[in-house]
């Protein structure tokens, strides 16, 4: 077999079938993919835990059964191991009414055991090993600088590769299994010195603190999936890459990665490259992007309402990418002093908050009082990916409002800024 790229003794070996059809199969995958972005070598993945974005058993993805089932068949596995994005239902916590659950068990998600059972057997790390957030400390699947990953989930890619500084391309579905069985990915794009540098400066000149999800947005609409070097957010994130400003970075980057197609950002004085590199990172001939509070809000105005005319939010997400510790304490905290606030006991909307397996569990651990607060108010806690749960048939239709720009993207639902969702979880306003 001819191949464009340069390629080892060992891995002409593993495409001659040294190691099994299966394997030369999947090898030969990522070669071919790795060509057609013209990439001239494999390279090791050096972070070895992997990340599936692939998460849900749709019936109807007969070839990834049978993908998998060929894997499992020729004993091949992930031996690092890998989380994956989280599952599309639980029943316990975001309920629907009996006819849709016995759509979505039955038909929408059928496979959906079979299919656990099938990333048990190639990899998967554990039970819990079901969020988007696999990075955060509580998950434990962080990336460190310099790290070549074989990830697809375009949030956590964009985070490794921005906020950690580790490597990595925005792969699909399945790839992103195959880079973590045989160990190498094609090198290219986000793996080069050069395809990490920038070419588009943003200048953020807002009077407050932008909304990370809306200034995510806009840069990720304007830049698409080009990378931006970002002046001006250090007045309000300042110097120190805490806890508070990874869970900015995280939500703003979901939003570029989603309204655009975004795999890397810097931003001055704060990530990682950028603390190290500037402005040497930056294209003679970037282009020149100014967000003032003006263009912040035209942004947000141009997020089409999909909802039925006169519809009010029947169901409440936040959370998507899950919240990080910090993040769910303080939504916990807010919702129950907002209901409070308005004479109330319960929320006035149906309200799902969303975080990996991990945090809910130390969150239930530490905070223990709080989170029975937050239920009596009738709002819950669950593990679920909201898209998932929401981009379907059955539940499209529902008035949906979610402080994520990528669920809005993806689906019906209707974006509010975070003070506003508050104000409707709580029946301040309808
Ligand atoms: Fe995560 Fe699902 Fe949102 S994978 S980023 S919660 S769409």
């Known amino acids: 077999m001819e191949y464009k790229m340069q390629l080892t003794d060992a891995q002409r070996a593993i495409l001659e079938g040294s190691e099994g059809e299966v394997k030369a199969k999947v090898l030969e995958t990522l070669v071919r993919f790795g060509e057609i972005f013209g990439a001239e070598k494999l390279v090791p993945v050096t972070h070895k835990e992997g990340h599936l974005v692939t998460s849900f058993g749709i019936g109807l993805l007969k070839p990834l059964f049978r993908t998998m089932d060929e894997l499992i068949g020729a004993g091949l596995k992930a031996e690092g191991g890998f989380t994956v994005d989280p599952r599309p239902i639980d029943y316990e916590n ?27 057997k190639v990899g998967l790390s554990d039970a819990d090993a079901f969020s988007c957030t696999c990075y955060l400390k509580e998950m434990g699947n962080r990336p460190g600088k310099g790290d070549v990953l074989s990830w697809a ?10 906020v950690l500084g580790a490597r990595c391309n925005r792969n699909s579905g399945m790839l992103d299994l195959f880079g973590s069985i045989v160990g190498y990915v094609p090198y290219f794009g986000l793996l080069t010195d050069e395809g990490r540098k920038a070419t588009w400066k943003v200048y953020v000149n807002t009077s407050v603190k932008p909304e990370a999800q809306i200034l995510g947005s806009a840069i990720g609409m304007k830049v ?21 400003n990874e869970a900015y970075l995280k939500n703003f980057g979901a939003a570029t990665a989603s309204n655009g197609a975004v795999g890397l950002y810097h931003i001055d004085k704060l990530t990682p490259e950028a603390r190290e590199s500037g402005e040497a990172l930056i294209t003679p001939d970037a282009k020149t992007y100014v967000i003032d509070d003006e263009e912040l809000e035209r942004v947000y105005k141009s997020y089409p309402v999909m909802w039925k005319e006169g519809a009010k939010a029947k169901l409440v997400f936040i959370g998507c ?18 209901v409070g606030r308005q004479g109330r006991k319960k929320v006035a909307v149906r309200t799902v908050l969303t975080a990996s397996p991990a945090v809910v569990k130390r969150f239930e651990s530490e905070n223990a009082e709080l989170k029975e607060k937050l239920y009596l108010t009738g709002a819950r806690i669950s593990s679920i990916c909201p898209l998932m749960y929401t981009n379907n048939p059955l539940t499209k239709l529902q008035a949906i409002a979610t402080n994520s720009n990528k669920l809005r ?11 506003e969702i508050l104000k409707i979880l709580s029946g301040e306003v309808q």
């Open 153 to 162: 989930e375009s949030s956590a890619v964009v985070f490794a590769n921005s």
């Open 94 to 120: 975001v309920r629907c009414n009996p006819l849709f659950k016995l759509i979505f068990s039955k038909i929408m998600y059928s496979k959906q055991a079979d299919y656990e059972r099938q990333l048990s």
């Open 224 to 244: 698409m999936e080009e990378v931006p070097y970002v002046y001006g957010l250090n007045k309000w994130l300042g110097e120190e890459l805490n806890d508070e």
């Open 321 to 338: 990418p899950h919240l990080s510790y910090n993040e769910l304490t303080l939504w916990a905290e807010n919702i129950v002093e907002a």
């Open 409 to 419: 993207t993806y689906s019906a639902a209707r974006y509010y800024k975070d003070e």
